[in-house]
């Protein structure tokens, strides 16, 4: 029996997988002065998409007198990241955490649930090719 | 690692009102969080609609919490910094996949601050 399907659909029958790659955004917050050596490190892992925005840890200042801190000033990196790089990136984030002096921070990934067109995804994926699987009116 | 048993809460209030916001959080088990500045972008036409005046200057705090307490921060504050006070903020959590460079012998104060 003869059933027609959608370009679409032959793709990604052609491709066996629509999908490959789910992607996260990974929010690092990390001391100002070491936002471009984080932004360095995490570029290193094929993001090709990252945002800093400057902003303050609530800690108290008698808190941060306690410590001997000198500031609360902070750094938060958002950054696209593909999943199947996470473990590798939070390896390399908790050994930087734990190693780096002043560079103590913390990072949580939060999943995407959509994106908009296939040339973004492939964008922040860093994957070529990633637009022949959805078919030309998805590119 | 994986791991699932904390939540992002997302805090946007009125700026000059992130302290409140920590305050409120804090009293109810969280302990650190982010605070970053924006600018708000209402709709004019729902402000009229709604006969409120969104004061464009706003901070952001976000506050890494466990699951368990994340309903009671919430509730903590709506009730300080909720639409109906000065504060005119709203909040949500989002669910954090993986968490790096939290202590877990903290207890349950979690953030940033506990870090340092």
Known sequence: MAITIGSRAVNARQNKNIAPIRLELLITVVDKKKADFYADLLQSFDINMQMVVWAKGTAEEKTLEYLGLANNDRAVIFSAVREDKLDTIEQALEEKFASVKGGKGVAFSIPFTSIMGAAAFGFLSNETGISGMFGEENV | ?116
């Open chain 2, 1 to 116: 690692m994986k791991n699932a048993n904390y939540q992002m809460i997302f805090c946007v209030v009125n700026a000059g009102f992130s302290q409140v916001v920590m305050e409120a959080a804090k009293s109810v088990g969280a302990r650190g969080g982010t605070l970053i500045h924006g600018r708000g972008t209402a709709n004019q036409e729902a402000e009229k609609r709604f006969q409120i005046v969104v004061q464009p200057d706003k901070e952001i705090v976000m506050i890494l919490v466990k699951k368990e307490i994340k309903d009671k921060v919430l509730l903590a504050l709506n009730k300080a910094v909720g639409l109906e006070t000065a504060g005119q903020g709203i909040a949500f959590s989002v669910p954090v996949d993986r968490v790096v460079g939290i202590a877990e012998d903290v207890g349950e104060d979690v953030g940033e601050d506990t870090k340092e």
